[in-house]
């Protein structure tokens, strides 16, 4: 989600076709930051499959997007990006909630696609991106199924007509949100054996995060 506008500052990825830190997402992803576009914390996103692309293989068993994070703004793809889903701004954060029967939605920004990048040697790529991600995101099957689906296209594998996405251990996200609280993580007390295989690991929100009762 945040991958489009993942670096900062003056620095570069050097080579014969160098590639600026603000310009990361632009080039390799097809897109930067551009805004908010629904409300965020208030508003989720589901995903709208893009019929020409139905059949697309990172679309696989892929039929129910929903995050409760925000929808994105994307305004810099072109017509060689393959987008697959569109985002559809809803009502609420409740995965049941309908879309919004406003211009949010009229017409809606993409949600996830395939674009295909030059790298700073000079050579060809291929990457996918999806501005949904966040880690409550991931508590839809179907979001976890089209990530590992677009693994196995961007590696070159057979994609899975359903591929296994269950958890290997209880999954309980926190919210997102910032946390200016410099003691946040101290009072945590996080160990490396608390990530364990085998574990159950749960982390309050942040404040001021809304009620999520969603988590699985």
């Not at 920004?109 to 291929?126: F, I, K, S």
């Not at 996200?173 to 085998?198: C, M, T, V």
Request: net charge negative; proline share 8%.
């Amino acid at each position: 989600r945040t991958a489009t506008h993942a670096f900062t500052g003056p620095g570069a990825f050097l080579g014969d076709h160098p590639i600026p830190f603000g310009q990361f997402g632009r080039i390799v992803l097809g897109e930067q930051w551009v805004a908010h576009h629904g409300g965020h914390g208030s508003q989720g996103t589901r995903g709208v499959i893009v019929g020409e692309h139905a059949d697309h293989p990172i679309l696989r068993g892929v039929e129910d997007v929903f995050g409760p994070t925000d929808v994105y703004a994307v305004v810099n793809l072109t017509d060689d990006d393959v987008v697959l889903l569109d985002a559809g701004v809803t009502e609420s954060l409740d995965p049941a909630s309908a879309l919004v029967d406003t211009e949010k939605n009229n017409p809606m920004h993409p949600l996830a696609w395939v674009h295909t990048y030059r790298a700073p040697n000079g050579t060809e790529g291929t990457s996918f991106c999806t501005t949904a991600g966040a880690s409550v995101d991931f508590c839809s099957e179907d979001m976890r199924r089209m990530i590992v689906n677009a693994t196995y296209f961007l590696t070159g594998l057979d994609v899975p007509d359903d591929a296994n996405v269950a958890y290997v251990d209880p999954y309980h996200p926190s919210f997102f949100g910032f946390i200016k609280d410099e003691d946040w993580y101290r009072r945590a007390d996080l160990q490396p054996e608390d990530l364990d295989l085998g574990t159950e690991l749960k982390m309050k929100d942040p404040p001021n995060a809304p009620a999520w009762p969603f988590r699985n």
